[in-house]
């Protein structure tokens, strides 16, 4: 299983970004799917996640500004990022929690890569 992201990039502040995850391989279903972010010297925390039932969950920072959206059929997953700030800069992960199609793996949880988003003038 893998998840690939993309989207990042550099953004002025006031700007708009949007990141997507494709959840592909190995994959009966998956649950939760959501964003982290990690900045330089911080541990990595919730940007926004969402339920297979779409039932969305928002770090403060991102309530009001980002809304995240899914579609199951597709395994794949979009933050739509408005208003960027400065301090919404770092790298953003996509993490999903998968069940396998195959093998007694039981519930994986996944992450992606990570994309660099830098909001700067």
């Known amino acids: 299983v893998q998840l690939v992201e993309s989207g990042g990039g550099l953004v002025q502040p006031g700007g708009s970004l949007t990141l997507s995850c494709a959840a592909s391989?190995?994959?009966?279903?998956?649950?939760?799917m959501g964003w982290y972010r990690q900045a330089p010297g911080e541990q990595r925390e919730l940007v926004a996640s969402?339920?297979?039932?779409?039932?969305?969950d928002y770090g403060y920072s991102a309530k009001g500004r980002f809304t995240i959206s899914r579609d199951n059929a597709k395994n794949t997953i979009v933050l739509q990022m408005n208003n960027l700030k400065p301090e919404d800069t770092g790298v953003y992960y996509c993490?999903?929690?998968?069940?396998?199609?195959?093998?007694?793996?039981?519930?994986?949880?996944?992450w992606g890569q990570g994309t660099l988003v830098t909001v700067s003038s």
């Open positions: 993490n999903a929690g998968v069940w396998p199609a195959y093998g007694d793996m039981g519930l994986l949880d996944v």
């Open positions: 391989g190995n994959i009966f279903s998956v649950n939760a």
């Open positions: 969402i339920t297979s039932h779409h039932i969305t």
